[in-house]
C-alpha cells in the first residue's frame, strides 16, 4: 500500500510528537511509530529537562548552562548548536508549562528547580537548581502533554507501524517504508519530507536502562541508504542502574542528596570529584563506580555499590522522588525509605547519532553537503549538543528544543519541496528483506544471537575499552552478522508477528554495532564516555573532531567533521 | 527455582479457538513475570506474541491477566505470585488480536472524546503561569496514569456497556477539571455528565485496587460528579 503525505516523522518520544505539533500546523503531517505515541522511551525520563530559568537560583543564566555542557561534553559538543539549545531554554519550557505540562512547583508557584549532575553556578563553583521537574515522572508528563496536544491538533498518527527502509535517490529524500504491525504487510510513505524522531540504541547492550524498543533503526536505515552516522563510539552510561535490572535510578536522586557509598561505606566520589562529589557529571561518575567494583569495593565484593536516599526521609521520597521508591520496592525488593539502593552503571544514552545541521537537516558529509528532505532530531540526531558525554537532563531539553525548530523549519522549507517520483524497486528491496526472514529456515534463533551480541558490547564496548577487546568485539559482531544469514523465526503469520519485527530489530543493531566498535578502535584518546586505557590521555591535537562513518560494499569507510567552537577554548576537565 | 506458565494463545491465521498452552520456565530471584515470558519467547517459542516495552512500569504496553488479576507483567515478580502455575490471559474487555495482544483502540477513542487536553485560550504570559503547590498537588494525584488499560478492563461496567468511557478516561477528564490552569469545563461536562459517562460508574472500586501504579480513578469519578453537581446547583 501506497500512503502519500507531505512530511512523514518518525517516532513519537518528545521529538517527533514536538515537531509535528509545529508541522501539522502548515502540512499534511504522518507520525509512524513502533508503538503507540505514550508508550515512547522519553517517558521514562525522570529528574528533569535543563534550563536556566533561575526560579531557585536567581543568579543561573544560559551562559553558565553553555558553558556546563561545552565542559560536559569534553569539548567535543558544537558550540554554536549548544547556544541555541540554551538560549532558547527557558522558552522551550515555558511554552510546555503553557501547553499543560504539570511541573511541580516552588513556594512562588513557579516551576520547581533541582540539582543535577555537571550544572554549576559561574563555571563549576558550585552545583545549581537548574533541572525542572515533576516530581520524579518528567519525562512521562511531558510525553503525555505532547500526545494530548497533538490528539487537539489532530495530528495523524500510523501506531505500531515499524519504519523498514528509508527511500534516498541521488541525495534526495523521497519517503520511508514501514512494516503494518498489527495486520501485517509493507507500506510505502511517499513524501516531501522524512524526519527521524526514532530514538537511541541503548538495547545493544545487556544491562541498559532502554526499552525493548530502543533498537536504533533509524540509524541502520541510514547507513543502509549511504548516508553516514555520527560519533557512534560515544556510549553514555548512566551510574545509577538497579543492579542486575539496569532500570533507571534517576540522578535527581544525587541531586537531591542521595550519596553513592562502597563496601566500606565510604562515600568515594570524595576521591574523584571533590568539588561536585555525588553531583559529578555521568561518565565520571559511572568510572568511579566501575573502578571502586574492579578494585574489589563493590558491595560484598560483587559488582555494585550502593545508592543510599534513606537520610532524606520518607516525606520527601515519596514528595518528590515516589518513582524510585515504586521502582526500588518492586524490583529488587528494596524499601529505599529505610535501605540503600544496590545499583551498577547502566547503558543509557547514544551521544552518537544521525548527523545534522542547527536546524535538523541531515547531512551526508564532512563538508555539510545537506540531503534534501532529511531531518533528524532528538536522541538518534548527533547535533552535536552533547559532544562525549550529555549532561543529565539536557537530553529532554534536546528533544523538546531541537524538535520544535526543526519542526519549524520543515514548516518553512515545505512549500520549496516537492513530491518527487521514486524508483520502482524499493519496495521490492524492503520486501526482500521480510521475505528472507520469513522464508529462512536456518538454525539460529534471534533471541540467542541478541543475548550475545548484548553480553558481548558490554564486554568490550563498555566503559573502559582497549584495543585488544575492541578487536575482539569487531570479530564477534563479524560472526554475529555471518550467523544472521542463518535466522530461523517461528511465527511465519501475518498478524502481530514479534518474532518478525524483533528479527529485523536484531539486523538494525548488526549493522550500526560494526561503525559504533569501529569507531572506538580508531580513536586513540579518551573523551567524555570513550575511555581508552591504553590511550589514558585526551587528544586534541588529532581527535577533536567528529567521527562520520559510512557503510560501503568494501565495510565501514570513516570522514570528519570539525567541532565548532566559538566561546570557550578546550581545557582540562575537572569537578 | 521452576514455575509453569500457562499462556491463552490464539492465532486468528491458524486457531479456529483459543487454547491454553503450557511451558516450564527455570527463573532466577527477581524475576518479572514479563522476564518469564521473554525466556518462553526467545527460547522457547517464538510465536509467543505480547505487547512490552519500558520493562519498569512506565510505557504501560504489558498488561495482561495473571491468575485472575490484571497486573503490569513487568512489575510483578513471578516468586512474589507465590504460585506453582501462572494462567497468563489478556486483559478482559477487549478484543483479542492474538495471544496477549489485545485490540486497545477503543480505549484510545474513548479517551480522545472526553477532551483530553489543556483548553486555555488566554493568550499565555512571558513566563510560565503560576499554581501554587497546593493547586499542583490536586493533579499530582491522576498525572501518573501511563494509559495501560488495567483499570477499565477490571470494570463490569466498563465490561456491560460498550459506550462507557471508563475510568481512565475519567481520570484523564478529572486531571484537567481539577487543574487551575484549564478552562474546559463546560466543553467536558456534556460528554461526561449522562449514563455512558461518570454516572455509569458504580463506584466498586476494582479500578483504584487494579491500579498498578496505585492511583485511585474511583475517587477523582466522585470528585468530578461533585463538580459537575456544582456546576448545576
Not at chain 1, 521514562?44 to 543561573?60: F, M, T, Y
Not at chain 1, 553553555?66 to 558544537?78: A, E, I
Not at chain 1, 503494518?180 to 541503548?202: E, P, T
Not at chain 1, 545537506?370 to 549532561?391: P, T, Y
Request: with cysteine; net charge negative; glycine share 8%.
Amino acid at each position: 500500500m501506497v500512503h502519500q503525505h507531505d512530511v512523514v516523522i518518525i517516532g513519537s518520544g518528545l521529538a517527533g510528537l514536538r515537531a509535528a505539533l509545529e508541522v501539522s500546523k502548515v502540512a499534511d503531517t504522518a507520525v509512524i511509530t513502533k508503538v503507540f505515541p505514550t508508550r515512547s522511551h522519553s517517558g521514562a525520563a525522570q529528574g528533569g529537562i535543563g534550563a536556566s530559568l533561575g526560579n531557585v537560583d536567581p543568579e543561573d543564566n544560559w551562559e553558565f548552562h553553555m558553558f556546563d555542557t561545552v565542559k560536559g561534553s569534553d569539548y567535543l559538543g558544537d558550540q554554536d548548536a549548544i547556544e541555541l539549545l540554551v538560549r532558547s531554554a527557558p522558552k522551550d519550557i515555558c511554552e510546555l508549562e503553557h501547553l499543560g505540562v504539570p511541573f511541580s512547583r516552588t513556594d512562588e508557584g513557579k516551576i520547581a528547580q533541582r540539582p543535577f549532575g555537571g550544572h554549576t553556578l559561574r563555571h563549576g563553583e558550585k552545583a545549581v537548581n537548574r533541572a525542572c521537574y515533576s516530581s520524579d515522572y518528567t519525562g512521562h508528563v511531558i510525553l503525555h502533554t505532547l500526545y494530548e496536544q497533538s490528539v487537539k491538533n489532530h495530528v495523524r498518527f500510523y501506531s505500531e507501524f515499524q519504519a523498514t527502509y528509508l527511500i534516498v535517490e541521488d541525495g534526495i529524500c523521497k519517503g520511508v517504508v514501514a512494516w503494518d504491525c498489527i495486520h501485517g504487510g509493507l507500506h510505502l510513505f511517499h513524501s516531501k519530507a522524512v524526519m527521524f524522531a526514532s530514538g537511541g540504541y541503548g538495547r545493544a547492550f545487556k544491562i541498559t536502562s532502554n526499552a525493548h524498543a530502543n533498537t536504533g533503526d533509524g540509524l541502520s536505515m541510514v547507513l543502509r541508504a549511504g548516508l553516514p552516522v555520527q560519533d557512534m563510539e560515544f556510549v553514555q552510561y548512566h551510574p545509577t542502574g538497579l543492579y542486575q535490572q539496569g532500570i533507571l535510578v534517576t540522578e535527581g536522586a544525587r541531586g537531591e542528596g542521595g550519596h553513592l557509598l562502597n563496601k566500606d561505606g565510604a562515600r568515594f566520589m570524595e576521591k574523584y570529584a571533590k568539588t561536585l562529589m555525588e553531583l559529578a557529571p555521568r561518565d565520571l561518575v559511572s568510572r568511579s563506580i566501575q573502578t571502586e567494583i574492579n578494585e574489589g569495593r563493590g558491595i560484598d565484593g560483587k559488582d555494585y555499590v550502593h545508592l543510599d536516599i534513606s537520610h532524606l526521609g520518607e516525606k520527601k521520597i515519596e514528595e518528590l522522588l515516589p518513582q524510585v521508591r515504586e521502582l526500588t520496592m518492586n524490583f529488587v525488593d528494596v524499601d529505599c525509605t529505610k535501605e540503600p539502593i544496590p545499583i551498577q552503571p547502566t547503558a543509557h544514552y547514544s551521544m552518537g547519532g544521525i548527523p545534522t545541521t542547527v536546524n535538523g537537516q541531515v547531512v551526508s558529509d564532512g563538508k555539510g553537503t545537506q540531503v534534501k528532505g532529511l531531518f533528524a532530531a532528538g536522541e538518534c540526531s548527533c547535533i552535536s549538543v552533547h559532544g562525549a558525554n550529555r549532561l543529565g537532563c539536557n537530553s529532554l531539553l534536546d528533544g523538546v528544543s531541537f524538535g520544535a525548530r526543526t519542526g519549524r523549519r520543515i514548516s518553512a522549507v515545505i512549500d520549496q519541496l516537492e513530491l518527487l517520483d521514486y524508483a520502482p524497486d524499493h519496495l521490492k528491496t524492503a520486501q526482500e528483506e521480510v521475505d528472507f526472514l520469513m522464508n529462512s529456515n536456518g538454525k539460529e534463533k534471534v533471541g540467542v544471537l541478541r543475548e550475545e551480541l548484548q553480553t558481548s558490547m558490554i564486554t568490550n564496548c563498555g566503559i573502559f575499552r582497549d584495543e585488544e577487546k575492541l578487536t575482539k568485539q569487531l570479530q564477534i559482531i563479524k560472526e554475529l552478522q555471518k550467523r544472521f544469514e542463518d535466522i530461523k523465526i517461528d511465527d511465519k503469520s501475518m498478524v502481530f508477528n514479534t518474532d518478525l519485527t524483533e528479527a529485523m530489530e536484531l539486523k538494525h543493531m548488526l549493522d550500526f554495532v560494526e561503525p559504533m566498535v569501529l569507531g572506538a578502535l580508531q580513536r586513540q584518546e579518551c573523551r567524555g564516555a570513550h575511555w581508552r586505557t591504553d590511550h589514558p590521555q585526551r587528544d586534541d591535537v588529532n581527535w577533536l573532531k567528529h567521527t562520520l562513518a559510512y557503510k560501503t560494499p568494501e565495510g565501514t569507510r570513516f570522514d570528519y567533521r570539525p567541532v565548532v567552537i566559538t566561546r570557550f577554548q578546550p581545557k582540562e576537565r575537572k569537578y | 527455582m521452576q514455575v509453569t506458565f500457562s499462556i491463552y494463545r490464539f492465532n486468528p491465521a491458524t486457531d479456529q479457538k483459543p487454547r491454553y498452552q503450557d511451558y516450564v520456565v527455570e527463573y532466577e530471584r527477581g524475576w518479572t513475570v514479563l522476564d518469564g515470558l521473554n525466556e518462553i519467547k526467545w527460547k522457547q517459542d517464538g510465536t509467543l506474541s505480547y505487547r512490552r516495552s519500558c520493562r519498569s512500569a512506565i510505557c504501560g504496553s504489558c498488561a495482561m491477566k495473571i491468575n485472575g488479576f490484571n497486573y503490569l507483567a513487568c512489575f510483578i515478580q513471578i516468586e512474589h505470585l507465590k504460585a506453582k502455575k501462572l494462567v497468563i490471559e489478556p486483559i478482559p474487555g477487549f478484543e483479542i488480536i492474538k495471544d496477549l495482544i489485545v485490540d486497545m483502540e477503543p480505549l484510545y477513542e474513548k479517551l480522545e472524546s472526553i477532551v483530553p487536553f489543556q483548553v486555555n485560550d488566554n493568550p499565555p504570559p512571558d513566563r510560565e503561569r503560576i499554581q501554587s503547590q497546593e493547586d499542583f498537588k490536586k493533579i499530582e494525584v491522576s498525572i501518573g496514569c501511563i494509559l495501560c488499560g488495567i483499570c477499565s478492563s477490571s470494570c463490569p461496567s466498563f465490561w456491560a456497556d460498550p459506550r462507557y468511557v471508563g475510568p481512565a478516561s475519567l481520570l484523564k477528564a478529572y486531571r484537567f477539571m481539577a487543574d487551575t490552569r484549564d478552562e474546559g469545563d463546560f466543553e467536558r461536562i456534556p460528554i461526561i455528565d449522562n449514563k455512558h459517562g461518570l454516572w455509569r460508574c458504580h463506584t466498586i472500586f476494582n479500578c483504584k485496587d487494579a491500579c498498578p501504579k496505585d492511583l485511585n480513578p474511583t475517587a477523582g469519578i466522585a470528585e468530578l460528579k461533585k463538580m459537575v453537581m456544582y456546576s448545576k446547583y
